[in-house]
């Protein structure tokens, strides 16, 4: 379902489309349909920006495929060693499986930028020395390429941080020159650190939900990037007693969980 | 890994003949330093010094497989 949105600048349009829907413009698929013109000395040939937006809703999926199975008290997932990637990796891969599966047929055609995107990184890992092999495929419009590697945890890293780099580097390149609304999404995994993270957070993001509606007070997360953001934002949209909002700029933007009633108030917003 | 930084900052830039990359290896430290055009420069360092921290995070998982160190400097 898209609505559409203007404004005098591509900026303006998704903040008002932000206000609008109600959500946080991590949660919206965002399409220019046409960028805004300033014209002449600002008076003739004017134009407005106009841009069609999308409730996202991919990770939502994954998450209601790993909802399925389990309680959200209950699985610990694979213990305290994700980072020494250890092949008890228990229910997280097969579910994965179901939702490569359930969700590709809407991105047949591979794009250009899938192959350009594997050979980057499978060059990157060459002169880092790693004999790996990675497994390119669609999803949902981003490209998703798998390393299966030693799984020593190595291209994790502390909290992930070398595979996100990875990631962060491979999208620069193949990103390099497209303009702003036009990029590719990269996603680069390995021994299933991505969903677990996803269960991990969203893990985190109920818990933080059962404090705010305890304390009645708004709950502060830590700083983190705006795809894991994004999951926090979708497990509580859902949640009716609480409310979540990013506050903060770039890397130390962070999510804040609010409770619905306040002590005060009988109802915030 | 003089290798790997070139390749990264050679795809980074606009303009890859001007990169240029010096490796000083120590017995267990190596430096390497990397030197671009200057309208390069933003390019890898990116916003924040994004580009930059996530070049040098490679380059120590690439490092310590060898059991090694390696430092990321670039020059101006």
């Known amino acids: 379902m898209f609505y559409e949105f203007t404004g005098k600048t591509v900026k303006e349009a998704v903040e008002k489309a932000c206000g609008e829907l109600g959500v946080d413009e991590a949660l919206l698929d965002v399409e220019v349909v046409e960028e805004s013109k300033s014209g002449f000395l600002g008076l003739v040939g004017q134009r407005d920006a106009r841009i069609k937006v999308k409730k ?75 004999e790996a092999e990675v497994r390119p495929k669609m999803d949902n419009g981003a490209v998703y390429l798998e390393i299966i590697g030693d799984g020593s945890g190595l291209l994790i890293g502390k909290e992930g941080h070398t595979l996100n780099a990875l990631q962060y580097l491979v999208s620069k390149i193949v990103n390099k020159d497209a303009p702003a609304h036009g990029k590719t999404e990269i996603i680069i995994d390995t021994e299933n650190y991505r969903l677990r993270k996803i269960e991990r957070l969203r893990e985190k993001a109920l818990k933080m939900s059962r404090r705010a509606r305890k304390t009645l007070k708004p709950v502060w997360l830590e700083p983190m990037p705006p795809d894991e953001r994004r999951i926090v934002h979708m497990v509580l949209a859902s949640d009716r007693e609480v409310y979540t909002k990013s506050h903060g700029e770039g890397a130390m933007r962070r999510i804040v969980v609010y409770p619905r009633r306040m002590p005060n108030k009988r109802r915030g917003r | 890994m003089k290798e790997l930084i070139e390749y990264i900052a050679k795809a980074l830039v606009d303009s890859p003949d001007e990169v240029v990359v010096m490796e000083v290896e120590g017995e267990i430290t190596s430096v390497i330093e990397l030197k671009v055009a200057k309208s390069d420069l933003g390019k890898v360092i990116g916003k924040q010094g994004r580009t930059a921290r996530a070049m040098r995070t490679i380059l120590s998982a690439a490092s310590t497989k060898l059991n090694k160190r390696a430092v990321l400097e670039i020059l101006e």
């Not at chain 1, 790993?66 to 990637?85: F, I, K, T, Y």
């Not at chain 1, 228990?90 to 499986?97: R, T």
């Not at chain 1, 050979?119 to 890992?125: A, F, P």
């Open chain 1, 56 to 130: 996202r809703d991919l990770l939502k999926e994954i998450m209601e495929v790993s909802d399925q199975p389990s309680e959200p008290e209950r699985e610990p997932l694979p213990g305290p060693c994700w980072e020494c990637g250890s092949e008890e990796t228990s229910a997280a891969p097969q579910e994965a499986g179901v939702a490569e599966t359930e969700e590709s047929p809407a991105a047949q055609e591979a794009p250009p930028e899938l192959e350009q995107a594997r050979k980057i990184l499978v060059e990157i890992l060459a002169k880092m020395t790693i």
